[in-house]
């Protein structure tokens, strides 16, 4: 079981760029894939990024392909999301979690989640 805690989300405007952070409280946090999903109001939760244990492998959602880089760094026990050019439709509540799993791209392979942080992006 691994303790996952978000943070770095807030208000922007289109075209603007955040970093989002993701701490997690375990000592084996390099034997995790990690994912970020996205759950915007009356959707359901989507993947938007993964990243193997080592950082060696990641994939994106198309729709963040070439905007959001998911990077980590081990040491600090913490997955990060940039996010560049964002865009109004980007606006959601950011979720990382945690999985032994490599299918990284299905919500339902991760059985660890931090609580989220809502990022809002303005035209």
């Known amino acids: 079981q691994v303790q996952l805690v978000e943070s770095g989300g807030g208000l922007v405007q289109a075209g603007d760029s955040l970093r989002l952070s993701c701490a997690a409280s375990?000592?084996?946090?390099?034997?995790?894939?990690m994912g970020w999903f996205r759950q915007a109001p009356g959707k359901e939760r989507e993947f938007v990024a993964g990243i193997s244990r080592f950082g060696s492998g990641t994939n994106y959602a198309d729709s963040v392909k070439g905007r959001f880089t998911i990077s980590r760094n081990n040491a600090k026990n913490t997955v990060y999301l940039q996010m560049n050019s964002l865009k109004p439709e980007d606006t959601a509540v950011y979720y990382c979690?945690?999985?032994?799993?490599?299918?990284?791209?299905?919500?339902?392979?991760?059985?660890?989640w931090g609580q989220g942080t809502q990022v809002t992006v303005s035209s």
């Open positions: 979690a945690a999985t032994h799993s490599f299918l990284l791209t299905d919500s339902n392979n991760y059985p660890n």
């Open positions: 375990t000592r084996a946090f390099s034997d995790y894939n």
